[in-house]
Structures are given as C-alpha cells and as structure tokens.
C-alpha cells in the first residue's frame, strides 16, 4: 500500500472518535493488511508515578481497556526517561528479540503476551511526554519500510491521544459537577426543609402535626388553597422521616393525560401499547423503599381512583401489559386543594379511597390567615429572587411597604408573593420597592384590569417595547445567557431579538443598550 493510502485510511481510524480507545478498536484489523500484527499497545508515561499506564491492549480477537499501570523496575523506569523521552527523539524504532530489553520485556510479561518483534513510536518529547503507540508481532520480524508506515503517524496519534486525554478530563470534571451537584441540590432540600417559614407562628400546629406522623410509616393528606406550600410540607415530612435517603418521587395528578396515567404511575413493559419500546419504571416503583407524593389527588378520574385504591390496599402493582406482582414499600403523602369530602358526596370521588387516604390530614392555613408569617417570607423569597436576577446590594424598601404586604389578602398564597417580589425586583432593579400595585383586598390581576381602565392607553407593540426596554435595562443590554433578558423573561434569545428587531429595537453591535 502506498505511504499516501495507507496514511488517508490510518488517520480515518484514528480520529473516528474523541475516545481513542474506541477509535483504535478496529484498527489492528486494518493494520493487518499491510504488516504482520498480532497486538498493539498504547501506553502513556506517568511521570508523577514514574510508571507506564497502558490505555489499550488490541488484537483482533480482543480489546482489553483501562488504565493500568504497570509496576516497573528501576532500571525499566530509567531506560524510559532516557529513550522515550529524550529531546529530539521523536522518532520510529524496531525492536526484535524485546524481551532482552528491559522495558519491552517487563511490559509484555506484565500483559501475559509473547512477541518476536516490536515497532515503536515514541509519541511525545520530555517537555510533553504524550505516550508511545507499539505494535508487536509474535512471529514475523518487522522491516524499516514498515516502521517507516507506522511513523507517519505519528502526528495524528499524537494530537489525537491529547484530544482524548483532554475528553477524559473533560468527562471526569463533568462527572464531578453532576455529583457536586446532586449534593448540593440535596444539601439546599434538606436545608430548605429543616425548618418551615413560620414554624413557629402560623404554622406552628402544622409543623406539630408533621413532627408526630412524620416518622411513621401512615399516610398523609395535605389540604389547603393553591399556593400555599403543600409541595413543601410533603417534602419536610419525607426528610423528617426514616426514609430520608431514599427516592422522593412528586407527582401532579392533574398533569398527566388520562390516557397515560396507569403508564406514567405504574409503569409499563416493552411492546404494551405502540410506542412502548422498551420497559418503564412508574413513579411508585421508582419510589419504593421511599415517599411518593400524589399532588391534586382530586383530579384523578374515577377508574384511575380505583386503581390507587389496589395500591394502597395490596401495596402492589403489575405493569401496564405485564403479568409479574412487583410489592412495594412506598409511603404516600397525598395533597389537594378541593373538598375530597364533598366530591365523596358528588360521587365524583371514591369514599373507600377517601377513607384510605384521610389517616391523617393537615390542613395548611392560606397566608392571609397568617399574615405574621410575611416578614420572614418576604426577607426570604427577596433574597432568593436578588441571587437569580443577580441584583448586587439589598434593594431600598419605600415607606409603608411591609404594612402593603401585610395588608393584602394573598389570593395565590406563598406563590404569588414569590412572583410579585419578582415582579417588583424586575420592574424597580434600581428604584425602592414600593410595591404600589398591591391594593388591600384585591389580586394582582384584578388591579391590573382596574388600572388599564384608568390609565394611559397605549398600543400593544408600545407595551412591549416598553416593558423589554426595562428588562434590559435591568440586564444591562445583556439578552442571551444566564442573568439575560431572555432568560428573565423566559423566551429564546433568538426570539427575543427577532421580536425587538420587528419593534424597531437596536441591539447587539449596534447600541450597547437598546433604544426606543
């Protein structure tokens, strides 16, 4: 095979991929049919632990990977530094007889394999020492016309055994960030969940409640208005509970169509119903040995009511198109923000379900009914909304504004004050929170009604040039990326640009702070 071939279809192998072990894989293969090869090595020098880590042993009946390293002796070790590694060096060697070497012999004992000759390309100097690419034949003797081939590659080996090194590190790091990120993510849960806001004023009879059935295995259903923390109260039950460190699994009952609800609790098996491709876990296996928690029990249709009652009362499931009894230990805290017993009266819900799940309700209390608890709240959910909106300082507060707070009557409960904090935070990044749209008695949204009657009419694409004006303006003409207008406003940045560019917006290279 000519250089020129031969170097087009090495180099096809070997940069196949960012992971060169699996580039390598069908490489010997190839590389057959133009020399003898019974086994390639790729190894890299370990100067901080003086030893060789062999990344790949191949051959063409099998594929052995890792990183080992291989246990060498002095005079091995020193015989690397000088041959391998030496400046100026970065050249193609033959090797017969390498069990006489030290280095070549103790590597193939080491690895268990028999050779009678070796080529080896020394990839990497002593300022960068990279590895060595070495290919071994157990009976043939290599020829300089061979190693000739093998030494063109040694530029693209080089750079792609980098590539790799810098992917694996890459991965490794990535790795980390997930995991890192799980315990931080479960580290804020379990701090969030220590201990309620209000615990110890309006909520205090809740948190009594939660305290004693917490850590028994009953179940629990969760009663209050929209809004008023029932997510959050089912996960300070399961993290006050034995169960801590197992699965906590959330379900919105409301939100998944009929349709899929006995797939999406249950589970189904491969081939159950078209676009069943493969076995699903359901949410209550995924939660055994754990919490599940059923937000908006009410909204689930009367068949799948049923259903939950086989659960609760077998502790068992079969999956969707399965035959196979799976039992579980799954705790299950329930939440609504209807009148269950009502509905039981309707018709419109199971009385035996509602007896199975009514062990032990708590009612939460809407915040206009602890209305004490909103100085905690707000102190809480501005600093949480400053650290998203990335706003330095604390925010003046105007006159009165507590008083406001406190005086309105909180139709969307601890939800809405989330939003409206936000709300003022993007509207007023600068200015004192004065929060002058809140009117004691009323909702946002009826005051937003009210006051579109009342004041200065504009046209609709005025409205939003002026209200994206003031986001940006927050975000310092920053669109895309974390803290940007997009990501305020929740839209794509494309979107966000396609849209200022039909309201006559500048932005980008253009203006550094968009002009209206």
Request: proline share 5%; with cysteine.
């Amino acid at each position: 095979m000519k250089p020129e071939l031969f170097f087009k279809k090495a180099t096809g192998f070997i940069f196949h991929s960012l992971n060169i072990e699996e580039s390598l894989t069908a490489f010997p293969t190839f590389l057959k049919t133009v020399m003898p090869v019974d086994h390639i090595f790729l190894e890299q020098w370990e100067s901080d632990f003086r030893s060789m880590k062999t990344y790949l042993v191949a051959s063409e009946k099998e594929l052995v990977t890792g990183e080992i390293l291989t246990p060498l002796s002095n005079s091995a070790k020193a015989n690397i530094e000088e041959r391998y590694f030496t400046e100026g060096t970065h050249k193609v060697s033959i090797w017969h007889d390498p069990f006489t070497d030290s280095v070549a012999g103790e590597m193939l004992a080491f690895h268990k394999i028999e050779s009678n000759s070796l080529i080896v390309l020394t990839l990497g100097n002593r300022s960068d020492p990279v590895g060595a690419l070495v290919v071994s034949s157990i009976r043939d003797r290599y020829t300089e016309e061979q190693a000739e081939l093998i030494g063109l590659l040694q530029d693209p080996l080089q750079i792609a055994l980098k590539n790799s090194l810098k992917h694996q590190e890459v991965i490794a790091l990535k790795n980390m960030f997930d995991r890192d990120n799980r315990f931080l993510k479960e580290e804020l849960r379990e701090q969030s969940v220590k201990e309620m806001i209000g615990s110890r004023l309006g909520l205090k009879q809740v948190t009594e409640h939660i305290a004693r059935v917490a850590p028994l295995p009953s179940p629990v259903l969760l009663m209050g208005e929209t809004g008023v923390g029932k997510d959050v109260a089912a996960s300070v039950i399961h993290h006050q509970s034995p169960r801590k460190h197992k699965p906590f699994i959330s379900v919105n009952c409301g939100a998944i169509p009929k349709n899929l609800i006995d797939s999406e609790l249950f589970g189904h098996e491969k081939g159950a119903f078209t676009g069943a491709l493969k076995q699903r876990k359901g949410r209550f296996e995924r939660a055994n040995f754990g919490t599940i928690f059923l937000d908006e029990i009410g909204e689930l249709s009367l068949d799948a009511q049923i259903r939950l009652l086989h659960v609760l009362q077998n502790k068992s499931i079969e999956r969707v198109g399965g035959s196979n009894i799976i039992e579980l230990d799954t705790r299950i805290i329930a939440a609504t923000n209807r009148d269950l017993e009502l509905m039981v009266q309707e018709g419109t819900f199971r009385e035996d379900l509602w007896f199975r799940l009514n062990v032990f309700p708590i009612q939460i209390p809407p915040l206009r009914d602890r209305r004490l608890d909103i100085p905690a709240l707000f102190h809480h959910f501005l600093t949480q909304k400053m650290q998203v909106l990335r706003i330095p300082g604390i925010p003046r507060l105007g006159n009165g504004v507590m008083d406001r707070l406190m005086e309105y009557d909180w139709p969307g409960n601890v939800r809405e004050l989330q939003n409206v904090i936000e709300r003022e935070l993007i509207l007023h990044p600068n200015d004192p929170l004065t929060f002058s749209d809140l009117v004691p008695g009323r909702s946002v949204e009826q005051q937003t009604a009210t006051d579109l009657l009342f004041d200065d009419i504009v046209p609709l694409d005025e409205a939003n040039r002026q209200y994206i004006n003031r986001v940006l303006n927050h975000t310092k003409g920053k669109i895309s990326g974390p803290g940007g207008a997009a990501e305020i406003l929740d839209v794509n940045a494309n979107t966000l640009r396609n849209r200022m560019s039909r309201l006559g917006m500048k932005f980008g290279t253009k203006s550094r702070l968009p002009v209206v």
